[in-house]
Structures are given as structure tokens and as C-alpha cells.
T-cell receptor, first 112, second 110 residues
């Protein structure tokens, strides 16, 4: 099993709050990814990083931002949460380009 | 954006039966991956395929990379209750980005 950790697992919070979702991996993987998934639906890539100080937007437009200051850490931030941000957010990492991605257990976010 | 068509959408089977599901794409892929997701958890990699025609097994699971490179198949033999979950295919073309299928929801009855 891949060692990739996400916190919190669940978050219920009011509109307008600033939120940071944490993702850490202990495998030294350069490649990290954030996906958004509505319950039971397909995953959509919202951000990815190929290494420290490298971040790119994914295929699905998102108001969130990410940073990659350390190899093992890839946090996602929402400056002002809205109900439309309610979803599950999944973090993944891979050892290299074209290698399988391994996922954390996700953060289920509910914005009231 | 690009989407993979995964079928069937849902399956309700009896324990011991075999299961087949597939994914099709309008474009060519260089990699096919199959994941299983349990409720409240992240997807777990089951099988990775890298060459057209490749057939790979993982226990009771067998997956194939279609010869046209536009499809892939997953078979589960002799299903058991813990096979319940959502199965996702994912394909990768000439970029590193994975495109995910819409999922097949499997329910196994004793």
C-alpha cells in the first residue's frame, strides 16, 4: 500500500471560511496530484505538481490553489469556501511520469 | 473534456458468479489502469497495463489492454462479498494525465 495521508478526513464548515486540505506522502515521489470527486462519480484532475516549486492547473477548473514547498507535502487551499465547493478531494502521488498513481483516502468537504 | 465510457454502470450479482466490465475511448491510450474504491476511501490500484494486447492477472482479477488501444476489460472470477465497491478504469495518452471512467458499481449478494 502507498503511504499517502490526507487530513482532515471530514470537514463541515461555514461559507466564507478559509480552508486548507493537507496531503503528505513518505515515499519521496516527485509527482503529486489533486482530484475532485462527487459521490460515486468519476475523478477530475484539478491540480498537479512535478516537483518542488512546480504546480499546474488540471483539466477541471477550480477556485482552489496549491503549493509545493517540500517534496512530501502538497496542500490545497480554498480562500473563501462556498457551498459549490462541497465534494470529496483526493490526493495522489506517483514515482514518475507514466507510472501508476496511488491515492490517499480523501477529504470529504461540506460547505454549509 | 475527454471522457471514458465505462460499462455496465451497475451490476448486481450472486456470490460465486463471474463479472466482466469494460472501458472504451475515442482516442488511443498508452496505459490502462484499473482501480477499486470502497465507500469513504480512496481508489486502490488493482492492475496496470502498458502494452496493446497485454493480459495481466492479480488473483481472481484479470485485465486486458485492447488491441486497438482504445479499450480495456476487467474480469473478476468467482465473486465474493468483499468485491463490492466501485471499479474505475483510467487511461493515459501522450501526457501524464489520467482520464477516469464513470465507474462500475458492483453489488454481490450471498
Amino acid at each position: 500500500e502507498a503511504d499517502i495521508y490526507q487530513t482532515p478526513r471530514y470537514l463541515v464548515i461555514g461559507t466564507g471560511k478559509k480552508i486548507t486540505l493537507e496531503c503528505s506522502q513518505t515515499m519521496g515521489h516527485d509527482k503529486m496530484y489533486w482530484y475532485q470527486q462527487d459521490p460515486g462519480m468519476e475523478l477530475h484532475l484539478i491540480h498537479y505538481s512535478y516537483g518542488v516549486n512546480s504546480t499546474e492547473k488540471g483539466d477541471l477548473s477550480s477556485e482552489s490553489t496549491v503549493s509545493r514547498i517540500r517534496t512530501e507535502h502538497f496542500p490545497l487551499t480554498l480562500e473563501s469556501a462556498r457551498p459549490s465547493h462541497t465534494s470529496q478531494y483526493l490526493c495522489a502521488s506517483s514515482v514518475g511520469i507514466n507510472q501508476p498513481q496511488h491515492f490517499g483516502d480523501g477529504t470529504r468537504l461540506s460547505i454549509l | 473534456g475527454q471522457q471514458l465510457n465505462q460499462s455496465p454502470q451497475s451490476m448486481f450479482i450472486q456470490e460465486g458468479e463471474d463479472v466482466s466490465m469494460n472501458c472504451t475511448s475515442s482516442s488511443i491510450f498508452n496505459t490502462w489502469l484499473w482501480y477499486k474504491q470502497d465507500p469513504g476511501e480512496g481508489p486502490v490500484l488493482l492492475i496496470a497495463l502498458y502494452k496493446a494486447g497485454e493480459l495481466t492477472s492479480n488473483g481472481r482479477l484479470t485485465a486486458q489492454f485492447g488491441i486497438t488501444r482504445k479499450d480495456s476489460f476487467l474480469n473478476i472470477s468467482a465473486s465474493i462479498p468483499s468485491d463490492v465497491g466501485i471499479y474505475f478504469c483510467a487511461g493515459r495518452g501522450n501526457t501524464d494525465k489520467l482520464i477516469f471512467g464513470t465507474g462500475t458499481r458492483l453489488q454481490v449478494f450471498p
